[in-house]
């Protein structure tokens, strides 16, 4: 299968492990070719089948994991994807070896209009409701 090199893993999880892409009921499928568009040029999942005129999934690795945008966008609920639970022991896995907050802290600091300063008001009436616990 062909895919863009930086689309071979997901936060460091190589893509091929996890179950996550679209599939096409051919029957439903109007070829309308929104999917096709809706996908981003640097993905790329789909293809079209000119002859037939539906749209194929070429490359359902290239996916970004977790997005559904197209199957939301089909008009003819011609798209599925796995269950949204097959993310969840990969997901847990990024959370529990720290490398979700190595990633946030990365991230903030290239984007510090990212981080929000909480109103001085909001942290008094926190310390308020968590008397004991914040001096
Ligand atoms: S959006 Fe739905 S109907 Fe349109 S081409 Fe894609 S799968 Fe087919
Ligand atoms: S879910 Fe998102 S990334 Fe995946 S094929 Fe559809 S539009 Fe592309």
Redesign the pocket.
């Given at each position: 299968m062909i895919m863009c090199s930086d689309l071979s893993k997901w936060h460091g999880i190589e893509r091929a492990a996890i179950e996550w892409?679209?599939a096409i009921d051919e029957d439903k499928c109007v070829g309308c070719g929104l999917?096709v568009v809706?996908?981003?040029e640097r993905?790329n999942?789909?293809g079209y089948d000119e002859t037939k005129r539906k749209a194929i999934v070429l490359y359902p690795n290239n996916?970004?994991v977790g997005?559904?945008?197209?199957?939301v966008a089909c008009l003819w609920d011609a798209i599925t994807f796995p269950s949204p639970s097959e993310l969840k022991k990969p997901a847990r896995d990024l959370v529990d070896s720290g490398v979700v907050r190595r990633e946030l802290e990365e991230r903030l600091r290239r984007n510090p209009n990212l981080v929000m300063e909480l109103p001085s008001s909001l942290i008094k009436k926190i310390c308020e409701d968590q008397v004991g616990t914040c001096h």
């Open positions: 892409g679209p999917c809706q996908c981003s993905r999942v789909f996916c970004m997005c559904n945008n197209c199957q």
